[in-house]
T-cell receptor, first 111, second 109 residues
Framework: DSGVTQTPKHLITATGQRVTLRCSPR?????VYWYQQSLDQGLQFLIQ???????AKGNILERFSAQQFPDLHSELNLSSLELGDSALYFC??????????FGQGTRLTVV | GQNIDQPTEMTATEGAIVQINCTYQ??????LFWYQQHAGEAPTFLSY????GLEEKGRFSSFLSRSKGYSYLLLKELQMKDSASYLC??????????FGGGTRLMVKP
């Protein structure tokens, strides 16, 4: 158990809908990363938060947004969903100058 | 920006040794990580290098040359359970962690 919790584990939704994925980082970790992994693809960096502030942004679509709350949990919001958004979405948390620990991911299926 | 390259696939035999290479170009460098990922599962941390040289951890070792922008992961005494993807990741400016595309390793009997 990495100590990073993601909910839900699985999500099936229709095109055009909006979903929210949740991540609770390890206790005390200030950094949260979000990654997207499509089938048989590598991890695509979406966005990073540090102590509530956006720190870095990758190739995140405008339909996607995220935030980190005062208790350090983070949410990734995906809207106007398309079939191509079907993927595993991973959250990782990191303390300063340590490795990142990954949650088990949310498998999103858009039908 | 960050650019990280590693081979897409490799095949090796059970009991053998395999070396997975990773080259990178980054703006800022604050460490290189190797992760293992089995299909459909979360990546798990294997090793971390921030200074040049070799870090050994049981059957796995990782090497870094910062001047060459190069790292490798060495797996010894391969076991069937080592069949997985191996991800090279660089922590650069702003502590941003960027992953390469991963190397899918198939271990054959």
């Amino acid at each position: 158990d990495s100590g990073v919790t993601q909910t839900p584990k699985h999500l099936i939704t229709a095109t055009g809908q909006r979903v929210t994925l949740r991540c609770s980082p390890r206790s005390g970790d200030l950094s949260v990363y979000w990654y997207q992994q499509s089938l048989d693809q590598g991890l695509q960096f979406l966005i990073q938060y540090y102590n509530g502030e956006e720190r870095a942004k990758g190739n995140i679509l405008e339909r996607f947004s995220a935030q980190q709350f005062p208790d350090l949990h983070s949410e990734l919001n995906l809207s106007s969903l398309e079939l191509g958004d079907s993927a595993l979405y991973f959250c990782a948390s990191q303390a300063t100058n340590t490795e990142a620990f990954f949650g088990q991911g949310t498998r999103l299926t858009v039908v | 920006g960050q650019n990280i390259d590693q081979p897409t696939e490799m095949t090796a035999t059970e009991g053998a040794i395999v070396q997975i290479n990773c080259t990178y170009q980054t703006s800022g460098f604050n460490g290189l990580f190797w992760y293992q990922q089995h299909a459909g599962e979360a990546p798990t941390f294997l090793s971390y290098n921030v200074l040049d040289g070799l870090e050994e951890k049981g059957r796995f070792s990782s090497f870094l040359s910062r001047s060459k922008g190069y790292s490798y992961l060495l797996l010894k005494e391969l076991q069937m359970k080592d069949s997985a993807s191996y991800l090279c990741a660089v922590r650069g400016a702003g502590n941003m962690l960027t992953f390469g595309g991963g190397t899918r390793l198939m271990v054959k009997p």
